[in-house]
């Protein structure tokens, strides 16, 4: 029997976490982390927007009602600690990313700062042996040791998210609902008696951007270094002006404010100008990109790879060969083009359903 430290959100995966640790004769201590995020409870829409976006995040004073009531119908010990000034480093590289052109991705950056960081530190104070979260991934025992696996069920697979965590830390996380499939986990929920969390909707936004109104966020955090400026084509022709490039992405096509009379899409942004250039689908494919920050899950590998990719969340994943390189970088090379490969996005390295590790996408590569 481990004495594990679980972060218990509120939701389902959680909570259900939770019962499964308690039946594998683990001493389970719950941990809520408070950001400091609340959600509005007035302006356009009033209440009913409010409760609406309050279902889609995590984090909120409800979900820390939710789990606290986990854990006493569990009989657990629970915490919940405030880890504002951490997660306010998170909004504030969220906003920069935005300001420099690229399109972060603040969860793989909470889950290695936050969940799997200050959570393991938390566990040692505690003497706990394992931190465990309500993730949908694997640790598997490999001939390196501890390896992180995809999760069974493909359509939440969240492994993806994880590439940031210290590989010495794999021997001490758990991943209780991994080998199940949603259904199950759900399924779970209620037989254990948790009702009031086992048809809680998924978390699908960030959690301090309800709505998927990023912009706000990177204004009310950075307003000065938000410029207009102009809309061009590849021969630097202007279509259009805009009011700033922390309202586009890479591979965007809606909202644009132009008409060519044709799709456009957004393919590149460049900040030192407060320029945007557009163009046609064709030219948003790459054969490949480069990665910094990597990484590694496994043994830092000395020679080239073949396995596969993913660039985004949703993404499917695409056959590469994965080259390493010095300081940290790593040459991807699609199997086939693949478009919007987007800067300060994550890219995440697999063979087979083993997480090799990853990093932050830094350019595409044309050819």
């Known amino acids: 029997m481990a004495r594990v430290v679980l972060a218990m959100s509120g939701g389902v995966d959680s909570s259900a976490s939770a019962v499964l640790l308690r039946r594998q004769g683990h001493e389970v201590i719950g941990l809520f982390m408070r950001t400091g995020v609340e959600y509005p409870s007035s302006g356009p829409g009033g209440e009913d ?4 976006e309050h279902k889609k995040g995590c984090c909120s004073v409800r979900d820390a009602w939710d789990a606290r009531r986990v854990a006493d119908r569990l009989g657990i010990p629970f915490y919940a600690i405030d880890f504002r000034a951490e997660f306010d480093r998170i909004i504030d590289y969220f906003a920069d990313e935005y300001v420099r052109g690229r399109t972060p991705n603040p969860c793989v950056v909470c889950n290695t700062w936050l969940k799997f960081g200050q959570l393991w530190e938390f566990a040692r104070q505690l003497d706990a042996d394992c931190i465990a979260t309500g993730h949908y991934a694997r640790i ?14 493909a359509s939440k697979d969240q492994s993806y998210v994880l590439w940031g965590i210290r590989r010495e830390l794999l021997p001490h996380i758990l991943f209780p609902v991994g080998n199940s499939t ?39 955090r950075r307003p000065e ?40 899409f957004v393919l590149e942004l460049l900040p030192e100008t407060q320029t945007v250039v557009v163009g046609d689908y064709e030219e948003l494919l790459a054969v490949g990109l480069e990665a910094e920050g ?7 590998p000395e020679e080239e790879i073949e396995g596969w990719v993913k660039i985004r969340y949703r993404h499917p994943g695409v056959a590469a060969v994965i080259q390493p390189r010095e300081a940290g970088r790593v040459i991807v090379r699609f199997a086939s083009a693949q478009p919007a490969v987007t800067p300060g996005q994550a890219v ?14 830094a350019r595409a590569l044309r050819e």
């Open 140 to 153: 598997v025992r490999g001939a390196d040791g501890a390896e992180l696996h995809r999760g069974i069920d």
């Open 182 to 220: 949603k259904q199950e986990i759900r399924a779970l929920a209620r037989e254990a008696g948790l009702e009031h969390v086992a048809d809680k909707p998924d978390s699908v936004e960030i959690c301090f951007v309800p709505g998927g109104r990023h912009s706000e966020v990177v204004r009310a």
């Open 49 to 52: 927007r409010s409760r609406a």
């Open 348 to 361: 995440a390295f697999y063979v087979g359903s083993r997480l090799l590790g990853g990093g932050w996408i």
């Open 225 to 264: 270094a938000v410029r207009p400026g102009v809309i061009v084509d590849r021969q630097g022709r202007v279509l259009g002006e805009h009011d700033g490039i922390d309202r586009f992405t890479i591979g965007q096509r809606k909202g644009l404010g132009i008409a060519t009379g044709r799709r456009q």
């Open 294 to 300: 990597v990484n590694w899950l496994c043994p830092t």
